[in-house]
């Protein structure tokens, strides 16, 4: 599989605390990616970065091999992201959120709302066009801003912990729509998320604490080298050491 | 752009609240000289033949520089509500540039403004004619109302978006959006007349270039009600209200003020809104 993100000695530092220390990874095409981390780890100032809404102190990150560049609209057209707190607008219904988001990448009305149904049809939320955002459930919204997620048909879509506040049945819902729009578009996933379950079928693993890379593998693989049964114990584990080492650091 | 302003005017058109909202500076005002204020400074402009429809006249030319300023105040926070939100962040790594993202919501906060002051200025019409029993505005006359109030609510908006540049949070925006609004109307001399402020506030209202619009907006709606009186009370009366300021009868300046002051105030609130770094 070819790189698609390539990060190298990643660094960056917000009122002189540093965020990020020297992080290096890449992400190939078609995986689905995790990074993980306690609160504070530096996960979302990592996707800052790499969207390009902030710039590193140190450091390069490349998509498809050429430099990213914050302005760059070829750039913003590779990448979505599907925000923890959605960012459609209550007021107004499912279909004027979808147009205006699709008229940012197409410039043209009846484009927009060509688009904005068809992505609307791809998470099966077509019925849910004309209502008002504002009242949907919590997993209808989650279809709804997947769909917006899905307006540029992103090569890298970035999933911001995706099915926080869902029930159990929306969760796995949710799920088997995000493979197999995976699968339908050959998209690259990243996902933040505080569910290790979650994370288990992830091609490979970003696990984050403080600034620092502490684990980066395929899931199989960190069980393996922790001895662990489970990915939250592998995490836990790693979370453990690092406490322990920055102890006798500080010590 | 368009789909940003499309976006401003639903939403903003969508709640109830903000369109309301956006009247009740006029009102205010309207209440404070029909209830109160009117009749004791009708009663100070007794020299002149009609004291009471100069009056009216006045205050309406206030109450539509108060709505062109205080309409801009519930869609210009839009910006921070998104900023606060992800939303912006949505627009950043949309394949649109941040000057568009700004001027996007800056022509929807002007539109609203401009809707929201034609439909004041028609009222203010029909309450001259009707109420005031004074005259139709001719033509020419409406003309150049139409212009003025278009700089003038595009000063407005301008100057709007300068300040709320400086905010990242609704909260911290609304308690300073609740001092603006009425400060506005007394730095352009619309709740009390600028003739009866001291010296040095006068100053500040000259200088202030909201009101060079107001201004204009005043000479033209008391054009006609000032044709029967004596030359020289006339004088003094526009001085005093604020329909003439500083001996200047020409259009021009007072355009230029508002043309040159919005530019700046723009340019200087995409360059503050530009420079701050999104953190997620």
Request: charged content about 20%; proline content about 3%; hydrophobic content about 50%.
């Amino acid at each position: 599989m070819n790189e698609l993100v390539t990060i190298s000695n990643l660094a960056k530092q917000y009122n002189h605390q540093e965020v990020l220390k020297a992080i290096s990874f890449s992400i190939h095409e078609g995986e689905l990616f995790s990074i993980l981390g306690p609160n504070g780890a530096g996960k979302s100032t990592l996707i800052s970065l790499i969207l390009g809404l902030a710039k590193p102190d140190a450091g390069e990150i490349l998509l498809e091999g050429k430099k990213l560049e914050t302005q760059s609209i070829e750039h913003k057209s590779m990448i979505s992201v599907v925000f923890q707190n959605s960012i459609l607008d209550p007021a107004l219904t499912v279909k004027e959120n979808l147009f205006i988001r699709a008229y940012f990448y197409v410039n043209n009305w009846k484009e927009a709302k060509r688009l904005a149904k068809e992505k609307l049809a791809d998470v099966q939320g077509s019925h849910l066009l004309n209502k008002r955002y504002g009242v949907l459930s919590g997993g209808e919204k989650r279809k709804v801003d997947i769909a917006r997620a899905l307006l540029n048909t992103p090569k890298l879509l970035f999933l911001d912990e995706p099915t926080t506040g869902l029930d159990i049945g929306s969760r796995a819902d949710m799920w088997r729509l995000i493979h197999q729009l995976k699968e339908k578009y050959r998209m690259t996933i990243v996902l933040t998320t505080h569910y290790m379950e979650e994370a288990k079928d992830s091609d490979n693993v970003l696990m984050l604490d403080a600034g620092r890379v502490m684990a980066y593998d395929a899931p199989e693989a960190l069980k393996k080298s922790y001895h662990c049964l489970t990915l939250e114990d592998v995490f836990l584990t790693i979370m453990e050491k690092g406490r322990e080492n920055y102890e006798c650091f500080s010590l | 752009m368009n789909a940003l302003v499309y976006r401003g005017l639903s939403l903003f058109f969508k709640n109830r609240q903000a369109v309301i909202g956006s009247f009740i500076g006029a009102a205010i005002m309207i209440i404070l000289y029909v209830f109160l204020l009117g009749e004791s400074l009708v009663g100070s402009l007794s020299v002149l033949a009609q004291p009471k429809l100069v009056v009216d006249a006045w205050m309406l030319a206030g109450v539509i520089g108060i709505a062109s300023a205080s309409s801009t105040l519930g869609s210009v926070s839009l910006m921070i509500r998104d900023k606060e939100s992800n939303v912006y962040t949505d627009f950043m790594i949309s394949p649109i540039s941040k000057s568009k993202i700004m001027l996007g919501y800056f022509f929807s906060t002007f539109l609203i403004s401009l809707l929201i002051t034609l439909v004041v200025i028609v009222i203010a019409e029909i309450y001259l004619v009707v109420l005031s029993k004074g005259e139709f505005l001719t033509l020419p006359q409406f003309g150049l109302l139409f212009v003025v109030s278009l700089l003038t609510v595009f000063c407005s908006s301008a100057f709007m978006f300068f300040i709320a540049s400086f905010f990242r949070r609704i909260d911290t925006f609304s308690t300073v959006t609740a001092v603006i609004g009425p400060l506005i109307g007394f730095l352009t001399g619309c709740y009390v007349p600028i003739g009866s402020l001291p010296e040095g506030v006068q100053k500040v209202v000259e200088y202030f270039p909201l009101t060079s619009g107001i201004v204009l907006i005043r000479r033209i709606l008391t054009e006609n009600v000032f044709s029967s009186a004596d030359k020289s009370a006339a004088t003094m009366v526009k001085e005093e209200l604020g329909i003439v300021m500083s001996g200047q009868t020409g259009i021009a300046l007072p355009i230029a003020i508002l043309v040159i002051s919005s530019c700046l105030f723009l340019v200087v609130a995409s360059w503050n809104v530009k420079r701050v770094e999104v953190k997620r």
